[in-house]
């Protein structure tokens, strides 16, 4: 049976994190150290994050779980530990950690909550905690100290917006009070200081002046009024840790005037009335102001007590005032107005509160008509005595009669919404009462025709289901319905007594077709089932009223009771059958029932669990049949442990949709990004990947989220494919451009007549302008170009070196030609000859001085030196000594080789020379062209 779907081996050590799972739970954690251990080492190290959350679970050891605090994904579940295991008040300084306070505010019961919330100082960790806290606990964390100060409150009220309506408007009530006592402070000390400095000034005054200490005892007594409120405004503030600064001074600075006494001589004075000063401001006006802000707080505040005070205080400072002069009309409008305002609130409340009413719970009445007459009946004396407490409520509604202008408290809403709704649950009853009267009238229409046809059994079945209905129903409904059913009745029992007589031959013939089935049984399947088929003839002919029928009705009795004999041991064999397939039907039960309170479902295999689901029903289908009673008992228990596996693989399914649906989401979001298309691959890769990983879920649904996923990710492919496409169009193109600029340079480079630097430049310049391919193809194409530029390199060299070889070949004949003057002159020719080149200018200056032939034989040999040429060996000597000197000048850090450049400027301008140095000219002219050549 289902044994086989629950066993698998445990170890802690499985690669797969499904087994090791497994074997942590199986793992007794209360008294073994080695189970510990395991624990300890699968919460720090194992990789999968279920395992490590299911060791935290079961883990004894704080320090370790306060070591996964610092593992963000880890912490809640460690916190909760941590909670678990530590004891009411411990000292440590784990008790202390944010997400521990959170997991001890949750788990602790109520009556720790408000110590635990004492111990908390931080301000952030207490807003936190009363925005994740509901009911009795959230109250319990507002009692803080902290909830009393503006600082604290303003942060609560700024993030509880768009999150907790109620906490949001609470914090802004208390931040309102705060203000409203902060405001009504500075307006009372400013007037007091006021007050102060004319009383200062008043005594600087001559004290024997008329109207001098009536107007001093009005100052006083205004000044003492604001000090009193003031002081009370101090109090009050105190709790929100705030408080009135000055009050101290402003209360030294009034003691001064307190002891002073009126003079005996002005005491008739004092009683009349104080000469007014047209320099004093007008009392009427800050007392308007403090009026109209009592009315705004009128319509705004919850705190009727506290603006009784208020308005208690501002009505005595007004008729202080009016005392000693009258308001202006516009100011006594609005003193009339708000006390009218504040008379009919206060009205208003104190009506509500002496409101005593009857119960208006709509609970106690049930939602649908009792079924049972006493039932019925006392629903019916309750349902009248709602009704009766319905008005009631609404007269006392009607008395409070609650200001329109002034939003009701919470007490009123409730009993408005109190009565609505018992009236709801009356008019209910009351509907259903009409609906069932008019059922039960068309059912006695039904049992009249009934008996006017002659059924008689239906009729007795109709009468007995009428008379039911009516015993529902309030009696006063019932009378004429009552009536007309007794005069049915009486028709139907004529009817019966008629009846009889037409039934007693078929009673007879029936007792011989049971008489036949003695004499030649069937089989007892059969025999069973023919005799059931008589039996319910039998009963088709209606009840029996006549001795003969009763008679006849016995003798049927006992040839059933003896026909039926054979069968018994059949049926007696299907017991046996019946009683296995029950235990063993038992037996599922129990195991389901096991394996259902035994899972941890926080980690279960889900897919586990479909199929035990799936495979359960089937086992038990095969154990069939079996007893009715215990069976239909057996199938309730069942259908409810498969319910509750259904709701939790359901639960499964819901979850795993719904990260499906997430993907699925994310996908369509993909597929209409703008992000670069690898990007998109990427992700989409990733979702798919994900997808692979989410449990099971139902399969038509995960169809259709695959065909959504597909399709976006179809969409995302097919971008990169396009992409692709046009990439590979691009690269084709520019390489198509590239080879066709490379065959034009190529040709251009044969067709050029003579190469130049300048159109090297050009053609790099081209090749440059190219649009980069990728790196195979642009090393190809880069390879072929520096073979072109190349052999054009070799080609500008050779170029080069032709034109440096004539050059040379004309230096040398000017250097001949040169010589040649030079010689002509020295045998008294004259001199026509100009320089051919600036090499020659010095040369004349020298036409008259010997041939300087030791010389022009060491700059040949330095040039051959230079050029790797052999010397003569007449030389041999002379090119030791140049070694030897650059050798030198070497070893001492000068620089001794000379260029071509350099020794064939001092050769063409040292002069002058003859024919003796013509074989010195060859050679280095030789020398000086293979320098240039190499």
């Keep these: 049976m289902l044994s086989r779907f629950l066993q698998g081996k445990n170890r802690v050590d499985h690669p797969d994190s499904a087994v090791r799972l497994r074997a942590l739970e199986s793992l007794d954690d209360s008294d073994s150290d080695s189970a510990q251990q395991i624990l300890c080492n699968a919460a720090r190290t194992d990789e999968a994050e279920d395992v490590r959350r299911a060791a935290i679970a079961k883990l004894n050891s704080p320090e370790v779980l306060g070591e ?10 460690s916190a909760e530990r941590i909670a678990r295991l530590l004891p009411t008040g411990s000292n440590s300084e784990l008790a202390s950690h944010p997400a521990v306070i959170k997991a001890r505010v949750l788990q602790a019961p109520l009556i720790e909550i408000a110590q635990i919330v004492r111990e908390v100082t931080d301000p952030s960790l207490l807003t936190e905690l009363a925005l994740t806290r509901r009911g009795e606990v959230r109250e319990q964390i507002l009692q803080h100290p902290a909830f009393d100060t503006s600082d604290v409150l303003s942060e609560l009220e700024r993030k509880s917006r768009d999150r ?4 949001n408007r609470l914090a802004r009530e208390r931040l309102d009070i705060i203000k409203q006592l902060r405001g009504s402070s500075e307006q009372s000390a400013t007037r007091l200081d006021e007050l102060l400095q004319t009383l200062t000034k008043h005594t600087e005054l001559d004290s024997e002046s008329t109207g001098y200490w009536p107007k001093f005892e009005t100052l006083r007594n205004q000044a003492a009024g604001l000090l009193q409120r003031l002081t009370e405004n101090h109090q009050a503030l105190l709790p929100h840790a705030e408080g009135v600064s000055e009050i101290t001074t402003l209360q030294d600075r009034f003691e001064k005037f307190r002891g002073v006494e009126i003079a005996p001589s002005n005491a008739a004075e004092k009683s009349g009335p104080a000469i007014r000063d047209p320099a004093d401001a007008d009392p009427f006006d800050l007392l308007v102001a403090g009026f109209t802000k009592l009315e705004a707080s009128l319509t705004a505040s919850a705190d009727f007590g506290s603006l009784r005070a208020t308005r208690q205080q501002l009505t005595d400072d007004w008729l202080a005032a009016a005392d000693q002069r009258p308001p202006a009309d516009a100011q006594h409008e609005v003193f009339q107005r708000v006390s009218h305002k504040f008379r009919e609130l206060l009205d208003a409340s104190q009506r509500l509160q002496s409101v005593q009413l009857a119960d208006l719970d709509a609970t106690s009445l049930p939602e649908n008509l009792a079924e049972e007459h006493a039932e019925a009946d006392q629903l019916w004396r309750q349902t009248g005595q709602k009704k009766k407490a319905i008005r009631q409520a609404k007269q006392a509604v009607k008395q409070i009669s609650w200001p329109q202008w002034k939003t009701p408290p919470d007490e009123y809403v409730q009993l408005v919404s109190n009565i609505a709704i018992l009236e709801s649950a009356v008019r209910n009853l009351e509907g259903q009462a009409s609906t069932l009267l008019q059922t039960v009238e068309s059912d006695v229409d039904e049992f009249a025709a009934a008996i006017e046809s002659g059924a008689s059994e239906s009729a007795r079945t109709l009468l007995n289901h009428i008379r039911q209905q009516l015993r529902r129903l309030p009696r006063e409904l019932t009378v004429k319905l009552n009536a007309r059913v007794n005069l049915e009745d009486k028709r139907l029992a004529e009817l019966r007594d008629w009846q ?19 004499a030649r049984p069937l089989a007892p399947a059969d025999q069973a089932h023919r005799i059931k088929e ?27 009771a003896e026909a039926f004999e054979p069968c018994r041991t059949h049926f007696a064999a299907q017991a ?11 037996e599922i039960c129990a195991q389901l029932s096991t394996y259902l309170d035994s899972t941890d479902w926080q980690s279960a295999d889900m897919k586990a669990a479909e199929q035990i689901l799936r495979t359960a029903r089937g086992e038990w289908r095969k154990f069939h049949p079996v007893e009715r009673a215990p069976g239909k008992t057996l199938d309730v228990k069942f259908e409810k442990l498969q319910s509750q596996l259904h709701d939790l693989v359901r639960s499964a399914w819901e979850q795993n949709l719904s990260l499906k649906k997430a993907i699925v989401e994310e996908a369509a979001a993909l597929a209409s990004s703008d992000a670069p298309i690898e990007e998109r691959v990427d992700g989409a890769k990733t979702l798919q990947q994900r997808w692979r990983k989410i449990g099971i879920t139902p399969r038509r649904p995960d169809q259709e989220l695959w065909r959504k996923l597909r399709s976006s990710c179809d969409s995302v492919f097919a971008d990169r494919e396009n992409q692709q496409k046009a ?4 690269r084709k193109a520019a390489q198509k451009t590239a080879n066709e600029c490379l065959a034009e340079i190529e040709a251009a480079v044969a067709n050029e007549a003579e190469p130049s630097r300048e159109s090297l430049r050009q053609y790099r310049h081209r090749f440059k302008a190219l649009e980069k391919l990728p790196a195979h193809p642009q090393r190809l194409i880069e390879k072929q170009f520096s073979e072109i530029e190349a052999a054009y390199k070799k080609r500008l060299q050779a170029h080069d070196a032709d034109k440096s070889m004539q050059w040379l070949d004309s230096i040398e004949q000017f250097d001949h030609a040169v010589s040649q003057q030079e010689t002509d002159h020295r045998a008294g020719g004259a001199i026509t000859f100009e320089a051919p080149d600036i090499l020659f200018a010095d040369r004349w200056d020298q036409v008259d001085a010997p041939v300087p032939a030791q010389e022009l034989t060491r700059l040949t040999v330095e040039a051959e030196l230079a050029a790797g040429l052999e010397s003569t060996q007449a030389d041999k000597n002379l090119r030791l000594a140049i070694q030897v000197d650059a050798f030198n000048l070497a070893k001492g850090g000068a620089v001794t080789a000379r260029g071509a450049q350099t020794l064939l400027e001092q050769w063409c301008r040292t002069g002058p020379k003859d024919t003796t140095i013509d074989e010195l000219r060859r050679r280095f002219f030789l020398a000086i062209r293979t320098l240039r050549l190499t």
Excluded: H, M
């Design 534 to 560: 008589l039996r319910l003839d039998w009963n088709g002919l209606g009840s029996i009223s006549q001795a003969k029928d009763r008679r006849l009705a016995d003798k049927f009795n006992r040839l059933a």
């Design 727 to 730: 990439a590979d169009d691009s």
């Design 576 to 586: 046996v059958i019946r009683e296995s397939n029950l235990q063993s039907r038992k």
């Design 500 to 518: 009889t007589y037409a039934t007693t031959p078929k009673r007879e013939s029936l007792c011989a077709a049971v008489a036949e089935l003695i």
């Design 68 to 77: 996964l605090l610092a593992v963000a994904s880890l912490c809640e579940a």
């Design 164 to 167: 907790d309506k109620s906490l």
